[in-house]
């Protein structure tokens, strides 16, 4: 095998690493289990970021590690806050790239997913039983640690939550998270939903970003 093969070999391995995080992920938000997820995590790294929807970014390692023991307790605390809840995430069409010295990678998974929960279609404030399919993408920065690849940085965008019976031009946005947490987000949410307060993002168009750089420019 020559050197070329080689590399070949192991920036393979290293992507079927890094899409298992997230079947791991996948799997843990199933069984609501945010202790789980924390697990996949670059714990200690000065950049640990998660970021899900509108809720804002929490940034640094004591904010994500409360957050996601926060989320673990409230959401196993709770059950009549889980009641008729049903999420089924799909992440498809996996985009991979690194960074030049291999040790970091940037990951982009498109999200379509049917959901069911009581929430209160926006603009509304009144929480209803409410069916609508999830269209949006996972954002993800990955890190080599003692060659072991972790998650970095969560960004969970949502572009459409619409309804089953209205369609996504008629109600695109059938919920807004924002969570009762203890502590507040260090980064104020960002809105990519179709509407007139969606994030602008370049040349005059709505690109359904963001995107991803090239290979090894980074």
Same mark, same amino acid.
């Given at each position: 095998?020559?050197?070329?093969?080689?590399?070949?070999?192991?920036?393979?391995?290293?992507?079927?690493?890094?899409?298992?995080?997230?079947?791991?992920?996948?799997?843990?938000?199933?069984?609501?289990?945010?202790?789980?997820?924390?697990?996949?995590?670059?714990?200690?790294?000065?950049?640990?970021?998660?970021?899900?929807?509108?809720?804002?970014?929490?940034?640094?390692?004591?904010? $994500? %590690?409360?957050?996601?023991?926060?989320?673990?307790? /409230?959401? *196993?605390?709770?059950?009549?806050?889980? &009641? +008729?809840?049903?999420?089924?995430?799909?992440?498809?069409?996996?985009?991979?790239?690194?960074?030049?010295?291999?040790?970091?990678?940037?990951?982009?998974?498109?999200?379509?997913?049917?959901?069911?929960?009581?929430?209160?279609?926006?603009?509304?404030?009144?929480?209803?039983?409410?069916?609508?399919?999830?269209?949006?993408?996972?954002?993800?920065?990955?890190?080599?640690?003692?060659?072991?690849?972790?998650?970095?940085?969560?960004?969970?965008?949502?572009?459409?939550?619409?309804?089953?019976?209205?369609?996504? $031009? %008629?109600?695109?946005?059938?919920?807004?998270?924002? /969570?009762? *947490?203890?502590?507040?987000?260090?980064? &104020? +949410?960002?809105?990519?939903?179709?509407?007139?307060?969606?994030?602008?993002?370049?040349?005059?168009?709505?690109?359904?970003?963001?995107?991803?750089?090239?290979?090894?420019?980074?």
């Amino acid at each position: 095998m020559n050197k070329q093969e080689a590399k070949r070999l192991l920036r393979g391995a290293d992507i079927v690493d890094i899409q298992m995080i997230m079947g791991k992920y996948l799997s843990y938000l199933d069984q609501v289990d945010f202790k789980g997820i924390y697990s996949l995590m670059a714990q200690d790294h000065p950049e640990i970021t998660y970021e899900m929807v509108e809720d804002g970014a929490y940034v640094g390692p004591e904010n $994500v %590690r409360r957050y996601m023991l926060d989320e673990h307790e /409230h959401l *196993n605390n709770n059950p009549n806050h889980m &009641k +008729g809840w049903v999420g089924l995430q799909n992440i498809l069409t996996p985009r991979i790239v690194f960074s030049s010295d291999g040790m970091r990678a940037k990951a982009q998974f498109n999200q379509l997913s049917p959901h069911a929960m009581a929430i209160a279609p926006y603009p509304g404030d009144e929480h209803v039983p409410t069916t609508y399919w999830f269209i949006g993408k996972y954002d993800n920065e990955f890190i080599k640690i003692d060659e072991e690849w972790k998650l970095l940085k969560t960004h969970i965008i949502a572009f459409s939550r619409t309804p089953y019976q209205e369609g996504w $031009v %008629r109600q695109p946005d059938a919920r807004r998270i924002f /969570h009762p *947490n203890a502590q507040q987000p260090q980064q &104020k +949410g960002r809105i990519y939903t179709y509407h007139s307060d969606a994030v602008y993002s370049k040349d005059g168009n709505w690109t359904w970003g963001p995107h991803l750089p090239k290979d090894g420019s980074f």
